[in-house]
Every structure is written in C-alpha cells, then in structure tokens.
C-alpha cells in the first residue's frame, strides 16, 4: 500500500466544475424565462381575457336593451307590428351577447383548467430552481475546495524522484528488526 496518493492532475474536476457552472447559469435563466412565460399566460386568462369578456358582454347587454327598447318604441308609436329593421337589430345584439357569454365561459374554464394542470408542474419547477440555486452552488464551492485541497496536496507532497520514504527512527532494518 502506497504511503501517499498520487495525485497527478485535476483537470477532470476543474473541467466538470466549469461545465457545471456553465449549466446553472443556463438552467436558471431558463426556469426563469418559463416561470415568466407561465406568468403571463395566467394574467392574459386571468386579467386582459376575463376583462375583455365581460366588458363585451356588458356593453352587448346594453346594446340589446337599446335594440328592445327601440323595437318596444317602434311597437307603441305605430300600434302596428314593428318594422322587420328592429326586430333584426334584437336578434343580431342577442346573438352578440350570447357570443360574448359564451366566450367568457370558455375563458372561465381555460383558466381552471389551466390553473389545475400547471401548478403541479409550477411546484416541480420550483424544487428544481431551489435545488439549483441552493445546493448546487454548495456543490461548485465544494468542488473548489477539493481542487484547492488537491492543488495544495500534490504541491505539498514529495516528488517520486525522491526515493522511498525516510524509515521511522528505532528501526534498522526493512523488517523494523533493531
């Protein structure tokens, strides 16, 4: 058995140190760049969708009254049946609204059903951030420690020119014999 190791180079360390660095750096920015991307497609469903929505089927709910009423108007004034351009203008703003709520539904849903697959997913995403950004930077300063530890022991160690190691004092002989 060898008295010491026999440490010859760390270049494979210092190599996989550096491509691990290389791969945090791009792993991180692109958990980002999707935690990002799934943000915003929550507040498009949730925020600009939604609104959009039910702003639309306010505003058709208040043309349709508008067409009502002027259907009703048409009615009363003439005490005849309303002409056939009223009576178009209610069914076309009854169809709008009926769009507008049937939009909003879908938008309702989207959002659940986005919500109900991405979150589990979301929390993977985030184990994986925490992982590489706490214990894989424990890992690169653990690797440099071992590198410098190694670059100390092999400057510290003797050379094999040497020769064998010193025998230990009170003995002779190859066999410790005195």
Aim: proline share 4%; glycine share 4%; hydrophobic share 40%.
């Amino acid at each position: 058995m060898p008295d010491r190791a026999h440490v010859t180079s760390v270049d494979a360390l210092e190599s996989f140190r550096s491509h691990l660095i290389v791969y945090l750096s791009k792993a991180r920015s692109t958990l980002e760049e999707v935690s990002a991307d799934v943000q915003r497609l929550r507040g498009w469903l949730d925020v600009e969708q939604r609104t959009h929505w039910e702003n639309e089927f306010r505003r058709r709910s208040e043309v349709l009254q508008e067409a009502q009423q002027a259907l009703f108007s048409a009615k009363l004034s003439t005490f005849r049946e309303a002409g056939s351009v009223e009576q178009l203008l209610v069914q076309r703003a009854k169809r709008a609204l009926e769009e507008a709520d049937a939009k909003l539904r879908v938008v309702k849903q989207w959002g659940r059903v986005f919500e109900n697959q991405s979150d589990p997913l979301v929390k993977q995403m985030e184990k994986l951030h925490t992982v590489l950004t706490n214990d894989m930077v424990q890992a690169v300063a653990f690797l440099t420690q071992a590198i410098t530890t190694l670059h100390t022991y092999a400057e510290v160690a003797p050379s094999p020119s040497a020769g064998p190691a010193p025998a230990k004092s009170g003995s002779t002989g190859p066999e410790g014999q005195s």
